[in-house]
């Protein structure tokens, strides 16, 4: 018990030594915190933040004021989005200058607000915000620089985003696009409205025709045993082989007439010519009254029906069972415009002319005409300038059709014709082969017969039911049907593109034996190429009463 006292106990001594250690150490401590207080107050009066003869204390407070103030990051997050937009400005303003000189308003305009926001800091009043002592922070102030900043700012935005077009490429080329696209889109529907307008002017008949028409089948009915052949034997030049025999297939009575009336007054000897002429039932009458009312020169003309050509029938011949389909009626009797233009590269084969035999009995010439052996096939859309003897003298050298080439280039060619996706078009003709024109066509009969092109034309076009070969017409099936077999001729027999076409030289035309109106403006419409008309009308028989009758423009 005494041990543990003894042991337990501190001597006078101990305690004395223990005090002055414990005051040593003090006074060390403190002599530390003066020197650190000096090292700092020295550091804050070169950084401006206090004075040395404040102290610690009160270096102290500004430190615990400044963090706890909060207009002053207001003030440096308004500072930094104002010199933000200003350098934004400047950016602009120097891309503009790079640009063109319209751009030079976009110039002045970034330098300004740039400017602006220079001047808004140097402004008198809000110096105090930007001074040293960030203790005398006057918020009314601020609010109003604030204001001010958000102003500029909003208007600096505005600029830019008005301005973004002129500098940002990638929204000019889509802009570009979209207007591209918009105006294509117009484009096509104009191009489709406009398609279905021209295909209503140009085969739509015209008043004057129909009176015309109307007024000859009138006399027709009341005179008949004036114009009819009934019972007649037929006059043995139709037949004759050694005559100039021409074949004329139409339902439009004055087109046929002007071709007749221009080929026997340019003739050197009318009276060797012989004209067939083959219409519908409906048109035979006044096509009959038509030809018996004037003389041609001694020239011989035939009228006849298709009708009277028994072999032509559903039964033989393929587009006339074709034209029977559910199908190709729909192609040509849709009534909806959106539906009849869908395909306007194609719209002229919605011609209805293609529904008519009329338009496929070249394809039966000798099986129409089987005395003869040669013969001239003329479209009612031409006018003929020269004497046309000459083809007759012509050696064919063993071809079929005697054809005016229509190709320059690489237009005009078969793979325009055809659809040389199919195999079998690509494995039996060449897509560059040259195209010939209808319209003035010399054929060698006895060579198609030998050559057996009829059957060769039923062949391509029971093939063709479904148009998957070629689209509608008669000019791809005789680009097949005589491929091998056509002879070309100079290009001063057939001139082409009257219709259509109003840069045709004059000197072209004088030379040209045969002149074709192919096209919609037909010499007959209202829209014929004026130019052009005269070579036309000049055939027209306008001293016939029912063509006065008619008020035929002359």
Same mark, same amino acid.
């Given at each position: 018990?005494?041990?543990?006292?003894?042991?337990?106990?501190?001597?006078?001594?101990?305690?004395?030594?223990?005090?002055?250690?414990?005051?040593?150490?003090?006074?060390?401590?403190?002599?530390?915190?003066?020197?650190?207080?000096?090292?700092?107050?020295?550091?804050?009066?070169?950084?401006?933040?206090?004075?040395?003869?404040?102290?610690?204390?009160?270096?102290?407070?500004?430190?615990?004021?400044?963090?706890?103030?909060?207009?002053?990051?207001?003030?440096?997050?308004?500072?930094?989005?104002?010199?933000?937009?200003?350098?934004?400005?400047?950016?602009?303003?120097?891309?503009?200058?790079?640009?063109?000189?319209?751009?030079?308003?976009?110039?002045?305009?970034?330098?300004?607000?740039?400017?602006?926001?220079?001047?808004?800091?140097?402004?008198?009043?809000?110096?105090?915000?930007?001074?040293?002592?960030?203790?005398?922070?006057?918020e009314t102030v601020l609010r109003q620089f604030e204001k001010e900043v958000k102003e500029r700012i909003k208007v600096t935005r505005q600029a830019v985003s008005e301005s973004k077009?002129?500098?940002?490429?990638?929204?000019?080329?889509?802009?570009?696009?979209?207007?591209?696209?918009?105006?294509?889109?117009?484009?096509?529907?104009?191009?489709?409205?406009?398609?279905?307008?021209?295909?209503?002017?140009?085969?739509?008949?015209?008043?004057?025709?129909?009176?015309?028409?109307?007024?000859?089948?009138?006399?027709?009915?009341?005179?008949?045993?004036?114009?009819?052949?009934?019972?007649?034997?037929?006059?043995?030049?139709?037949?004759?082989?050694?005559?100039?025999?021409?074949?004329?297939?139409?339902?439009?009575?004055?087109?046929?007439?002007?071709?007749?009336?221009?080929? @026997?007054?340019? &003739?050197? $000897?009318?009276?060797?010519?012989? *004209? =067939?002429?083959?219409?519908?039932? #409906? /048109?035979?009458?006044?096509?009959?009254?038509?030809?018996?009312?004037?003389?041609?020169?001694?020239?011989?003309?035939?009228?006849?029906?298709?009708?009277?050509?028994?072999?032509?029938?559903?039964?033989?011949?393929?587009?006339?069972?074709?034209?029977?389909?559910?199908?190709?009626?729909?192609?040509?009797?849709?009534?909806?415009?959106?539906?009849?233009?869908?395909?306007?590269?194609?719209?002229?084969?919605?011609?209805?002319?293609?529904?008519?035999?009329?338009?496929?009995?070249?394809?039966?010439?000798?099986?129409?005409?089987?005395?003869?052996?040669?013969?001239?096939?003329?479209?009612?859309?031409?006018?003929?300038?020269?004497?046309?003897?000459?083809?007759?003298?012509?050696?064919?050298?063993?071809? @079929?059709?005697? &054809?005016? $080439?229509?190709?320059?280039?690489? *237009? =005009?060619?078969?793979?325009?014709? #055809? /659809?040389?996706?199919?195999?079998?078009?690509?494995?039996?003709?060449?897509?560059?082969?040259?195209?010939?024109?209808?319209?003035?066509?010399?054929?060698?009969?006895?060579?198609?017969?030998?050559?057996?092109?009829?059957?060769?034309?039923?062949?391509?076009?029971?093939?063709?039911?479904?148009?998957?070969?070629?689209?509608?017409?008669?000019?791809?099936?005789?680009?097949?049907?005589?491929?091998?077999?056509?002879?070309?001729?100079?290009?001063?027999?057939?001139?082409?593109?009257?219709?259509?076409?109003?840069s045709i030289s004059m000197e072209e035309i004088r030379n040209a034996a045969v002149v074709h109106f192919n096209g919609n403006m037909k010499p007959w419409l209202d829209i014929a190429?004026?130019?052009?008309?005269?070579?036309?009308?000049?055939?027209?028989?306008?001293?016939?009463?029912?063509?006065?009758?008619?008020?035929?423009?002359?």
């Amino acid at each position: 018990m005494a041990n543990h006292r003894r042991s337990c106990g501190l001597s006078p001594f101990k305690l004395l030594a223990s005090a002055a250690a414990a005051a040593a150490a003090f006074l060390l401590l403190a002599s530390s915190l003066s020197a650190t207080s000096r090292t700092d107050a020295s550091r804050l009066h070169r950084l401006g933040i206090g004075s040395a003869s404040h102290g610690y204390a009160s270096v102290g407070r500004s430190i615990l004021a400044m963090k706890s103030d909060p207009l002053k990051p207001r003030l440096d997050q308004l500072q930094k989005q104002a010199d933000d937009h200003r350098a934004l400005a400047l950016a602009y303003a120097s891309y503009a200058r790079k640009l063109k000189l319209e751009y030079s308003k976009l110039v002045r305009i970034f330098a300004d607000l740039s400017k602006n926001y220079s001047d808004l800091i140097k402004k008198p009043g809000y110096h105090a915000l930007f001074g040293s002592d960030s203790l005398g922070i006057d918020e009314t102030v601020l609010r109003q620089f604030e204001k001010e900043v958000k102003e500029r700012i909003k208007v600096t935005r505005q600029a830019v985003s008005e301005s973004k077009e002129s500098f940002d490429n990638q929204l000019k080329i889509q802009k570009l696009k979209d207007t591209i696209f918009a105006v294509n889109e117009q484009l096509t529907k104009a191009k489709k409205q406009g398609a279905f307008s021209s295909l209503i002017a140009a085969k739509s008949i015209p008043k004057s025709l129909h009176c015309l028409s109307m007024r000859l089948m009138e006399e027709r009915i009341a005179h008949p045993e004036k114009y009819t052949d009934e019972g007649k034997p037929p006059k043995p030049e139709l037949e004759d082989p050694n005559l100039y025999h021409y074949a004329i297939f139409s339902d439009n009575v004055l087109a046929a007439s002007v071709v007749v009336n221009s080929a @026997v007054k340019n &003739a050197k $000897e009318p009276w060797k010519h012989v *004209f =067939h002429v083959v219409t519908d039932k #409906m /048109n035979l009458g006044a096509m009959q009254v038509m030809f018996k009312l004037k003389e041609y020169n001694g020239a011989h003309v035939e009228v006849k029906a298709v009708e009277d050509y028994k072999f032509l029938n559903s039964s033989y011949v393929p587009v006339l069972r074709q034209l029977e389909s559910a199908n190709l009626q729909k192609f040509y009797f849709e009534n909806k415009l959106e539906n009849a233009t869908k395909d306007t590269m194609n719209m002229k084969f919605r011609n209805p002319k293609y529904l008519s035999i009329l338009n496929h009995l070249r394809f039966y010439l000798p099986e129409m005409y089987p005395k003869l052996h040669r013969i001239l096939f003329l479209d009612d859309d031409i006018v003929v300038q020269k004497d046309l003897t000459g083809l007759w003298k012509i050696d064919m050298d063993g071809k @079929v059709n005697g &054809a005016v $080439e229509t190709c320059f280039g690489s *237009f =005009h060619r078969y793979a325009q014709y #055809m /659809n040389f996706s199919h195999p079998l078009i690509k494995e039996k003709f060449n897509p560059k082969a040259c195209a010939w024109a209808y319209g003035m066509n010399f054929f060698d009969l006895d060579a198609w017969r030998r050559e057996k092109c009829t059957e060769q034309y039923h062949y391509w076009q029971n093939l063709n039911e479904n148009r998957t070969l070629w689209k509608l017409g008669t000019l791809p099936p005789g680009l097949i049907t005589f491929y091998s077999t056509t002879k070309p001729l100079d290009k001063s027999w057939h001139v082409l593109g009257l219709g259509y076409n109003p840069s045709i030289s004059m000197e072209e035309i004088r030379n040209a034996a045969v002149v074709h109106f192919n096209g919609n403006m037909k010499p007959w419409l209202d829209i014929a190429m004026s130019l052009f008309k005269p070579l036309w009308t000049k055939y027209v028989d306008y001293e016939l009463d029912f063509v006065q009758a008619c008020n035929f423009g002359v």
